[in-house]
């Protein structure tokens, strides 16, 4: 790379690097703290918040990435538009678009990151956080064993104990079941143990007293047990494992038989295929980014008042193109042969990148169609 390449390719990527750190921070502490909120409230360990929080970084970065490399190239551009810099390369021949090939190259290393992050790292890490949900998910101990506090590990059911031994005896439980609409169930005992049963978890409680409640003749009845057995294995979340997603299997393994892919996941066709070419419109989504921040204000030329103005209607250009994205998805779900539409925003941005740099590099068309049309 010449020299000129280098130098403006060395500023874009510094000043990548620092936005990219900065959204990351603000966006990682935004959800860290209702990850931390759930995952301790539950009697999850620090050990697993950080599990967690490592898990979604991937697909956090990805958010992060389209952001940072336009307020990179937007800042880039900026500062060298300020101290003349852009003035004096353009007045010793370098074109728009001799200016515009370390914007590209920084877009594509760019790219070249979120590529690697949107087919291998963020579906690898998505599984495994996808597992380890479940997992912790099908914990009794994690959804049960916590003293003092009225629970609700499942909807129309509450928990409570008013103490746990060091032996594992839960003291004084209360146990209301109001899952049948018909009746009402109220169990309390002096103790109770958590036993497991193969795949199932059942709750021993011993000394205590059963009351049902017949909603419809409002007739209540009680029963004393010295012990009872009650299979609790249906208020833990038994889901299944749900790593086995299109959305959580690395590209290659799309790229085979969609049938195949759409009988191990449980996708639909336009679902695979939406996921799939998504990937790949991503990093072409980033080029697009780099190339408007610094067209849009090439466009815009020096001002006193600043660029304010360029920034805005780039940012505007920005948030148009990603929402023709996003209003695109569904109609690709429902059909997979229309996945080249998801390509259709980075081509419409490149358009704009175009013609942008070709009304730069040609600043008197406008003048010149309007002396045609005030001739005679």
């Avoid at 990151?113 to 914990?139: D, K, W």
């Avoid at 009225?150 to 746990?164: A, D, E, K």
């Avoid at 080249?340 to 925003?345: A, E, I, V």
């Amino acid at each position: 790379m010449a020299r000129l390449d280098r130098y403006m390719l060395s500023q874009l990527l510094l000043l990548f690097g620092f936005f990219a750190l900065v959204l990351v921070a603000l966006f990682w502490i935004n959800r860290a703290v209702v990850l931390f909120d759930r995952l301790i409230g539950d009697g999850q360990s620090a050990l697993v918040f950080l599990e967690f929080t490592a898990l979604g970084l991937p697909k956090l970065i990805t958010t992060v990435l389209p952001i940072a490399t336009f307020a990179g190239a937007v800042y880039v551009t900026n500062r060298m538009a300020s101290e003349s810099e852009l003035t004096v390369l353009q007045s010793t021949g370098s074109s728009p678009w001799r200016l515009a090939r370390p914007v590209l190259i920084y877009g594509l290393c760019v790219a070249a990151m979120m590529s690697v992050l949107s087919h291998f790292l963020v579906p690898m890490a998505q599984a495994e956080l996808t597992q380890r949900e479940n997992e912790i998910s099908q914990n009794v101990t994690a959804s049960l064993l916590r003293e003092g506090q009225f629970l609700h590990p499942t909807q129309n059911v509450t928990f409570y104990t008013r103490v746990i031994d060091s032996s594992g005896v839960l003291r004084d439980v209360f146990l209301s079941d109001r899952r049948n609409p018909a009746e009402g169930v109220i169990y309390t005992a002096a103790e109770a143990y958590l036993v497991r049963n193969g795949a199932g978890t059942t709750l021993i409680m011993v000394d205590g007293l059963a009351q049902r409640l017949n909603k419809s003749d409002t007739r209540l009845a009680t029963a004393k047990f010295r012990d009872f057995s009650f299979d609790i294995s249906a208020l833990v979340n038994q889901s299944t494992d749900g790593s086995q997603t299109a959305s959580n299997l690395i590209s290659p393994r799309l790229m085979a038989d969609w049938d195949v892919v759409s009988t191990l996941t449980g996708d639909a066709k336009g679902v695979i295929a939406e996921e799939l070419h998504a990937r790949f419109a991503q990093p072409l989504f980033c080029i697009i980014a780099a190339l408007v921040g610094y067209a849009t204000l090439l466009v815009g030329g020096f001002s006193r008042f600043g660029v304010w103005r360029e920034i805005a209607i780039a940012f505007a250009l920005l948030i148009a193109i990603d929402g023709m994205r996003g209003a695109l998805v569904d109609t690709v779900r429902e059909d997979a042969s229309r996945w080249p539409l998801l390509y259709l925003p980075s081509l419409v941005g490149g358009m704009m990148v175009v013609a942008m740099l070709w009304h730069v590099a040609n600043p008197s068309w406008l003048n010149n169609m309007r002396r045609r049309r005030a001739a005679p």
